[in-house]
Nanobody
């Protein structure tokens, strides 16, 4: 089982970043996928999720309209395009494979976690 996240970095307020999560075919081809994040001193929180076929996209209210989740099934890769970044978006972002084909916003429904990638937004 492998979920390899990349794309984090340091960006100024208002900037953009795109995170990528490459997963093994067996891990994510029939699973919903998602992104969660964790800021220092805070609990891990849901960011976005997408179903196994690219549908059923759902976002946290805090990122709606700014972030876009997508997946390329041929490449077994899930993306998180982040625009208009704010300092409160700072944290470690984790890629996740859901237990369900429709995706999930609940950490308890995550079957596999990837390693995190740090996103820092400076004010």
């Amino acid at each position: 089982v492998q979920l390899q996240a990349s794309g984090g970095g340091l960006v100024q307020t208002g900037g953009s970043l795109t995170l990528s999560c490459r997963c093994s075919r067996r891990t994510c081809s029939n699973n919903g996928m998602g992104w969660f994040r964790q800021a220092p001193g805070k609990e891990r929180e849901f960011v976005a999720t997408v179903g196994w076929n690219g549908g059923n996209r759902f976002y946290a209210d805090s990122v709606k309209g700014r972030f876009t989740i997508s997946r390329d099934s041929a490449q077994n890769t899930v993306y998180l395009q982040m625009n208009s970044l704010k300092p409160e978006d700072t944290g470690v972002y984790y890629c996740a494979a859901s237990r369900y084909a429709t995706g999930t916003s609940q950490a308890g429904n995550v079957a596999y976690w990837g390693q995190g990638t740090q996103v820092t937004v400076s004010s």
